[in-house]
């Protein structure tokens, strides 16, 4: 009996190797069913290992910010043109020593010190304010500083709506996307997210005889201060590109005390109306050493009334 169940098997292998059809048939079912079973591995796999890398629906929400771009006003070689103000600002003509400290003070800034002092014995006017022939010979309307803005390739037809005028630190500035003018960065107008293709802040700029433009980037809690690095803006085409980074502070670094850390967190100071940021802080410390060194300050942060 198990002599016979030999001799078929025996016969049934034979009989399976000389008929080639039936032996591609069970090799292709073999190999159909290997492929069938990895797949239905990998779906598994896909469907409930949690390292599973693939297109994530919150990357395609995912929304960033523009850094804070303030635009200040600086000096230009113009001053025959601001002698011709004064005269129609004080209907009177002076001498070119005076008008040529009137000119300094006016763009006077932690960076661009004048500490020459007027002649005494002289009849000029000396009470001056020269925050008022600020007011008259610097714009505080965009309008009057951007031609045309453009936000991922789209024409901002009120620059208004990206840059407010501020009193800072280094002068006459339009600030977008800074915390000066909005609770917090979800109501900033630079933002873009990771469909849009293109992520460029487009300025063109009316050209003045009287003054220049210089440009700051920085983090939207930070304002322009006098140690910010600072790029000019010529007539010609520039393209400027940044890649932004955020860094956080140990969380040890509060324990130290203030005097040997010098700066604040926001959480330990607070100036009503304005952010408390590393540039808050700067031009405290500076504000601070010159009223102490000569009892007078060229800008409080606590007062920016002027």
């Not at 011709?84 to 960076?111: G, H, K, V, W």
């Not at 849009?196 to 980037?217: G, H, Q």
């Not at 790029?231 to 860094?247: H, L, M, R």
Request: net charge negative; glycine share 4%; charged share 25%.
């Amino acid at each position: 009996m198990w002599r016979k169940s030999v001799m078929n098997f025996r016969g049934f292998i034979r009989s399976f190797v000389e008929n080639k059809g039936l032996l591609w048939i069970f090799v292709i079912g073999i190999s159909g069913w290997s492929t069938v079973s990895i797949l239905v591995l990998l779906k598994t796999r896909y469907e409930t290992d949690s390292t599973t890398i693939g297109v994530s629906t919150a990357y395609s929400r995912w929304i960033n910010t523009f850094p804070s771009i303030g635009i200040c006003l600086t000096k230009s070689r113009a001053f025959n043109e601001f002698k011709a103000m004064m005269r129609e600002y004080f209907q009177e003509d002076f001498a070119f020593s005076f008008t040529r400290m009137i000119y300094e003070y006016a763009f006077l800034n932690p960076n661009n010190i004048f500490t020459k002092e007027p002649t005494k014995n002289t009849s000029y006017p000396y009470n001056f304010n020269i925050l008022d022939i600020r007011r008259k010979m610097f714009p505080t309307n965009c309008t009057e500083c951007f031609k045309e803005i453009y936000f991922r390739g789209e024409l901002v037809t009120d620059c208004e709506e990206i840059f407010k005028f501020h009193v800072t630190e280094m002068g006459y500035c339009f600030l977008a996307n800074n915390l000066l003018d909005y609770d917090s960065i979800e109501e900033m107008p630079l933002r873009y997210s990771s469909l849009d293709n293109n992520r460029s802040l487009r300025l063109y700029m009316r050209s003045s005889v009287m003054y220049k433009y210089e440009m700051y980037v920085n983090s939207p809690e930070d304002l322009p201060f006098f140690n910010s690095l600072t790029y000019t803006i010529s007539t010609d085409p520039t393209t400027y590109a940044f890649n932004v980074e955020e860094i956080h502070n140990h969380e040890g670094v509060i324990d130290e005390p203030i005097s040997q850390r010098k700066c604040k967190f926001p959480s330990e100071s607070s100036i009503e109306g304005f952010p408390y940021s590393f540039s808050a802080c700067m031009s405290i410390i500076r504000s601070e050493f010159e009223m102490k060194t000569c009892d007078c300050s060229l800008f409080n942060p606590k007062d920016r009334s002027t």
